[in-house]
């Protein structure tokens, strides 16, 4: 019995009179050397398929496809390097492009993009989509991420609206040659800054000084560790610095309330993530600070096993996500229990840190997982008012080497970071997976030793011993 009923403004608007005003960064030219395709043959491909379907344009809403498309980053949201905006692509493949035009040299825009994108302020957006609306044009439109106004306006001014996903999410999800080495290179760098600050904290831990510490000053010191590195932007997301019982909230933020002091639990969850100019990251490790017992090393264990099983799993072409999901919880399931969150999430290059549509979940995404797609793999275990545990890195589907009848995808790993040896529980551990985790740690050492020096190498040599 409810009535939705279209008004001319928004009463929020009209009410936040203490509203921040936007901010004027510049708009980043991301160049071709980073994104490995111009935007102009971006365009056209979309182009092209528009044409194909007998549409005449497309309407853009979202952030992050529209910066990805023009190859453009910005500074108008922490933790995500977007300038916002919307946008009209056509099939002739001009397009229009809504932005506030304080932030761009149109000169430089022009060239980096080309001459066949038009800029005009946000406040012609409903001028336009009216003109779209009267030369009756064929539009597509994603129901799911454009807002009601957008295409009432064109559809009451004549447009024919076609309902479908946003063209630009599956090419921007599947990475090309170019963004995949820069995912790699950004997290070669990222695994330094994570190693160096876990050595950090069992130093800290060590020398039994870590008054005044608490969750906060954990995840400063990381942050920190991260700025040292090359082409360091921001965090992709806010850090979860989380001891004890604060680790049992999976997105626990110590920002909201008061900092837990270090020193009175025996787990330590931090799950963190950091945007580079050549990749965005997000690392999950779960580490011992006080006295563990049987039953932390168990389920410590438990998740662990759900992620090597997902990081080893072969799969043909049509897959879905939500079709690998269960991999990463049969331990778990076999004993007796679950997590309540998705075991793997999108991620973008130098763009979100949560990315569709792929996704590994129990319900939701059905797209397949296709190569250059980089996902999370998070498995997890929370015990609410006592500990949280996941084990996170972040993978890229690739073809794998022909087997029997079919072409078989499955997971390049990009995060290289010791897992805690201290929390596992040998006696539940196959053949099989005791030789992941030998293998996995002898790939740590290789690849970031040259990296290391004094006695952070001291403590990856330790950290990545046999087990």
């Given at each position: 019995g409810i009535e939705l009923v279209r008004i001319d403004e928004n009463p929020i608007d009209l009410h936040w009179s203490d509203r921040p005003a936007p901010t004027k960064s510049p708009v980043i030219l991301y160049s071709e050397e980073l994104a490995g395709q111009s935007s102009q043959a971006k365009r056209e491909m979309l182009a092209s398929d528009l044409r194909k379907r007998g549409l005449d344009a497309v309407l853009l809403t979202q952030a992050e496809p529209i910066n990805w498309l023009l190859n453009l980053r910005g500074r108008d949201v922490e933790r995500l390097p977007v300038v916002l905006g919307f946008a009209v692509l056509y099939a002739n493949t001009t397009m229009d492009f809504f932005v506030d035009t304080d932030k761009i040299d149109c000169f430089a825009f022009s060239q980096h993009v080309g001459q066949d994108v038009s800029v005009y302020p946000i406040d012609k957006l409903g001028d336009v989509l009216q003109r779209i609306g009267e030369d009756q044009q064929k539009v597509l439109a994603d129901p799911n991420t454009a807002n009601a106004w957008t295409q009432l306006v064109m559809e009451e001014a004549g447009a024919i609206l076609v309902a479908g996903q946003d063209p630009t999410m599956l090419p921007k999800a599947c990475k090309n040659p170019v963004e995949l080495a820069g995912m790699r290179a950004a997290h070669l760098r990222d695994g330094v800054a994570v190693t160096r600050f876990l050595a950090w904290l069992d130093r800290l831990i060590a020398?039994?000084?870590?008054?005044?510490v608490d969750e906060g000053t954990l995840a400063d010191q990381l942050e920190a560790f991260r700025h040292e590195q090359e082409h360091y932007v921001e965090p992709s997301f806010d850090t979860i610095s989380a001891l004890g019982p604060n680790a049992a909230m999976c997105h626990y933020r110590h920002t909201n309330g008061t900092p837990r002091a270090f020193g009175q639990d025996s787990i330590y969850l931090v799950d963190s993530?950091?945007?580079?100019?050549?990749?965005?990251?997000?690392i999950t490790r779960t580490v011992k600070v006080g006295e563990v017992t049987d039953e932390h090393r168990a389920m410590f264990t438990r998740v662990l096993q759900g992620h090597i099983a997902l990081?080893?799993?072969?799969?043909?072409?049509?897959?879905a996500g939500i079709q690998l999901d269960v991999l990463a919880r049969m331990p778990l399931w076999q004993a007796g229990y679950n997590y309540d969150h998705g075991t793997g999430h999108g991620v973008g290059h130098f763009l979100s840190v949560h990315e569709g549509p792929q996704r590994i979940a129990p319900k939701g995404s059905l797209v397949a997982l296709q190569p250059g797609m980089v996902l999370s793999n998070e498995p997890g275990y929370y015990r609410e008012d006592a500990f949280g545990i996941r084990c996170e890195?972040?993978?890229?589907?690739t073809e794998q080497e022909a087997r029997g009848e079919l072409t078989m995808?499955?997971?390049?790993?990009?995060?290289?970071?010791?897992?805690?040896?201290?929390?596992?529980?040998?006696?539940l551990l196959s053949p099989a997976e005791f030789r992941w985790i030998n293998e996995y740690h002898a790939e740590v050492y290789r690849r970031l030793s040259p990296l290391l020096e004094g006695e952070d190498l001291a403590w990856l040599e330790q950290a990545t011993s046999l087990l």
């Open positions: 020398s039994g000084e870590f008054d005044g993530g950091a945007q580079y100019l050549d990749g965005t990251t997000d990081d080893q799993a072969r799969f043909p072409r049509g897959t890195n972040l993978v890229v589907v995808l499955g997971f390049e790993r990009l995060t290289y970071v010791p897992f805690d040896i201290r929390l596992i529980d040998r006696s």
